[in-house]
């Protein structure tokens, strides 16, 4: 039977979510991939109570998550019934819905229709009464965003989610839905963004809104799905997400990125520390990012990142290095 760890609040830090009273794990868990059929549930039982035993309380999924699309949340509800039920209180669990799910025109998008049933069958899966925080997971460009804001707001009022947020909406969208929402007496929690050495688009006007608004933020894909770190220095290794046949990370990519990844790696290398967790630090400078949203396939990367939290913050003087490399 599993114990949690009586040391796991000792190290982590934890940061308020906008101007909220949920705090956050300054390091969260997401399920997105290592979680499917096609992987160990040793090693995601492994994964998630290593992270718990750290203060991680925050574990992020969505409908879709696999393969096949489903497959995290039962992988999650199996283990939530076996390990971690009677921590539920200590747990801020997060699923989403706005992709593909099921045939049909109620299988996707932002219509009411389908985030009720998505909502009802993710509860399922994962064998809990409720979603801390429920999302959007995307913008539907044929659906009144009243109706999206209005279907998150009832999840609230029926107690099925206690918070609601959005995940790659642009500002413009942003700012509308976190005011639909606020007409109806619900606010906006958090956005779920892609955010990394890689990928900066959240500067170009997220981050103000958010800022303004009093939402919280938490960056997905920190490390680029593993190009920030020294998993593809050498090539592509055989059981990297890049060799996956499903995976969303294209070899181009990474081939594409690695002439950088490595000017940065040696930024790394002088600090002393490993090029995951100069990404994930780079993420968290300034305070302007709630929580850094993380993936791992093995407890020893999970370990990796984790040591962050009690790492200095990156230097001016580092940021700036790292700005030039990124803008070359
Ligand atoms: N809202 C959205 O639309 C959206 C989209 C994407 C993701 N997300 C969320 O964000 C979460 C994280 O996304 P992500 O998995 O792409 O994040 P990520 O942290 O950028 O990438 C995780 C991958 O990086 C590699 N890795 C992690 N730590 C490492 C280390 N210390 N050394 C070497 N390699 C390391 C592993 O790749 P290998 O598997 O190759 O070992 C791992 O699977 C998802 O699970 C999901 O919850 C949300």
Request: one cysteine or more; charged letters at 25%; aromatic letters at 8%.
């Amino acid at each position: 039977m599993y114990i949690a760890d009586s040391k796991r609040y000792d190290t982590m830090q934890y940061a308020r979510c906008g101007k909220s009273g949920l705090k956050l794990p300054l390091v969260s868990l997401g399920l997105w991939h290592n979680f499917g059929y096609c992987d160990k549930y040793e090693t995601m039982r492994d994964i998630v109570l290593t992270a718990f035993d750290h203060g991680v309380t925050h574990i992020d999924m969505a409908n879709n998550y696999g393969p096949p699309p489903g497959a995290a949340e039962e992988h999650f509800g199996k283990l939530y019934k076996a390990d971690l039920k009677p921590y539920r209180d200590e747990l801020i669990l997060s699923s989403k819905a706005g992709y593909g799910m099921w045939a049909g025109p109620y299988g996707e998008w932002g219509s009411r229709k389908y985030l009720m049933a998505s909502l009802d069958q993710s509860l399922k899966r994962c064998g809990v009464d409720y979603f801390d925080i429920f999302y959007s997971h995307r913008p539907d460009p044929e659906t009144p965003l009243e109706e999206t804001m209005g279907a998150l707001a009832d999840m609230v009022r029926q107690g099925k989610a206690l918070y609601v947020g959005i995940s790659n909406y642009n500002p413009e969208q942003t700012a509308r839905a976190v005011d639909i929402l606020a007409d109806m007496g619900v606010h906006c929690l958090i956005h779920q963004h892609s955010y990394s050495m890689l990928n900066r688009t959240s500067e170009d006007g997220l981050f103000s809104v958010l800022e303004e608004k009093g939402v919280g933020n938490i960056a997905f894909s920190p490390l680029a799905q593993g190009q920030l770190t020294d998993r593809y220095l050498s090539g592509i290794p055989a059981d990297s997400r890049a060799a996956r046949p499903e995976g969303f990370l294209k070899q181009d990519a990474v081939e594409q990125n690695i002439g950088k990844v490595r000017a940065l790696k040696r930024i790394a290398d002088e600090k002393g520390i490993a090029m995951a967790q100069l990404a994930l630090l780079w993420v968290l400078r300034g305070g302007r990012v709630t929580s850094v949203l993380m993936g791992a396939s093995s407890v020893a990367q999970l370990m990796q990142n984790l040591a962050i939290v009690n790492m200095p913050a990156l230097t001016a003087a580092d940021c700036e290095k790292i700005d030039k490399i990124l803008t070359e």
